[in-house]
């Protein structure tokens, strides 16, 4: 069974960084598509940004292009989500998922149609 644990969330003043991590368990990064997505209250939740199961291919969303930058370390089986200059809006839970789309290997998601395992979430605030 595919497991997905976020860490990583915390406080941080607007402009700073922070680096997410999702370490995946009971399965291979080379088999699953990672994406991050976030949610605040009352609102849907959004992709943000996804890596391919080969891992050269990435996207994100618009308002994030240039200030993350997602990344993955098959070794360890984890995916990182490198946050800087972030800005108030960027608060949420932010959230892992996997997406089976082998013999595809050069996709990922941006969407939640196609992911079939989340993570709990971890908890970004982006506040002086």
């Known amino acids: 069974q595919l497991q997905l644990e976020e860490s990583g969330g915390g406080l941080v003043q607007p402009g700073g960084s922070l680096r997410l991590s999702c370490v995946v368990t009971?399965?291979?990064?080379?088999?699953?598509?990672i994406s991050w997505f976030r949610q605040v209250p009352g609102k849907e939740r959004e992709g943000v940004s996804c890596?391919?199961?080969?891992?050269?291919?990435?996207n994100y969303e618009d308002s994030v292009k240039g200030r993350f930058t997602i990344s993955r370390d098959g070794a360890k089986n984890t995916v990182y989500l490198q946050m800087d200059s972030l800005k108030p809006e960027d608060s949420a839970v932010y959230y892992c998922?996997?997406?089976?789309?082998?013999?595809?290997?050069?996709?990922?998601?941006?969407?939640?149609?196609?992911?079939?395992?989340w993570g709990e979430g971890t908890l970004v605030t982006v506040s002086s």
């Open positions: 998922a996997a997406a089976a789309l082998f013999p595809v290997q050069t996709a990922c998601l941006l969407t939640s149609g196609g992911i079939s395992h």
């Open positions: 890596i391919s199961s080969n891992g050269e291919n990435t």
């Open positions: 009971g399965g291979t990064l080379d088999y699953w598509a």
